[in-house]
C-alpha cells in the first residue's frame, strides 16, 4: 500500500541543523510532488514547501526561503528537508505529504518526526 | 495567526449535525479550492475533504464539504464519539510568492 515513512526524532542545539527522510513506498515516486508540513506543540499546520521527485524543483514558503533545502534521491524513493539556523521555535512535528499534482490536495502524510531545539 | 479564520472549538452529542467555518479571502479560498485535514490525537492528519465537496474513498458520506464566495463549510451528520478530533482547512494562496496556508484548527468534542 501507499505509505510515507519518516525518519526518527531529533534533538538539536540552537543554530544547528537538521535533515528529515520521507520514504515512499507503494506507487511511482517520481509520479507525486512531495510536501513538507510543520506543526508545533499544540498549534495548528504550516506549510513549508513542495518539491517535484521528477525534476527536483522546489518552491518553499517565504517564511523558510533561505533556510530551508528539499532534496530528493530517486534511487531510493527518498525525500529529504534540511532546516538550518535551527532556533527554539522550530521544534515541532515534521510532516511530509504527497499530492498528485502542485495545487491538489495532500493526499498521503507520514506519521511524522519530532524535531527538538533545545540547548 | 492563521490565514483562514476557524472556530477554536465546536461541539455536539452523537447523532447530531455539527458544522465548522472556514473563512479567508480573494486571494485563496475566493480563487482556489478548499481541502479539509482531520487530524485525531496523536496522529498524522488525513485527507478528508478535497476540491470543496469530494470524499476521498473510505471516507463516509456523513462528512460532507461546501464553498461560498471566500468560505467553506464542513459538517458532519450523524456525528460519533471517534469524529472527536481536529479539523484544518487549507486552500492555496495566490498572494506573493503563492503557498498553501491553513486555518488554525477546529478542536470537534463529541460530548
Known amino acids: 500500500q501507499v505509505q510515507l515513512v519518516q525518519s526518527g526524532a531529533e534533538v538539536k542545539k540552537p543554530g544547528a541543523s537538521v535533515k528529515v527522510s520521507c520514504k515512499a513506498s507503494g506507487y511511482t515516486f517520481t509520479s507525486y510532488y512531495m510536501h513538507w508540513v510543520r506543526q508545533a506543540p499544540g498549534q495548528g499546520l504550516e506549510w513549508m514547501g513542495i518539491i517535484n521527485p521528477s525534476g527536483g524543483s522546489t518552491s518553499y514558503a517565504q517564511k523558510f526561503q533561505g533556510r530551508v533545502t528539499m532534496t530528493r534521491d530517486t534511487s531510493t524513493s527518498t525525500v529529504y528537508m534540511e532546516l538550518s539556523s535551527l532556533r527554539s521555535e522550530d521544534t515541532a512535528v515534521y510532516y511530509c505529504?504527497?499530492?498528485?499534482?502542485?495545487?491538489?490536495?495532500?493526499?498521503?502524510w507520514g506519521q511524522g518526526t519530532m524535531v527538538t531545539v533545545s540547548s | 495567526q492563521s490565514v483562514l479564520t476557524q472556530p477554536p472549538s465546536a461541539s455536539g452529542t452523537p447523532g447530531q449535525r455539527v458544522t465548522i467555518s472556514c473563512s479567508g479571502s480573494s486571494s485563496n479560498i475566493g480563487s482556489n479550492t478548499v481541502n479539509w485535514y482531520q487530524q485525531l490525537p496523536g496522529t498524522a492528519p488525513k485527507l478528508l475533504i478535497y476540491s470543496n465537496n469530494q470524499r476521498p474513498s473510505g471516507v463516509p458520506d456523513r462528512f460532507s464539504g461546501s464553498k461560498s464566495g471566500t468560505s467553506a463549510s464542513l459538517a458532519i451528520s450523524g456525528l460519533q464519539s471517534e469524529d472527536e478530533a481536529d479539523y484544518y482547512c487549507?486552500?492555496?494562496?495566490?498572494?506573493?510568492?503563492?503557498?498553501?496556508?491553513f486555518g488554525g484548527g477546529t478542536k470537534l468534542t463529541v460530548l
Open positions: 505529504a504527497d499530492s498528485l499534482g502542485e495545487f491538489d490536495a495532500f493526499d498521503i
Open positions: 487549507a486552500a492555496w494562496d495566490d498572494s506573493l510568492n503563492g503557498s498553501w496556508v
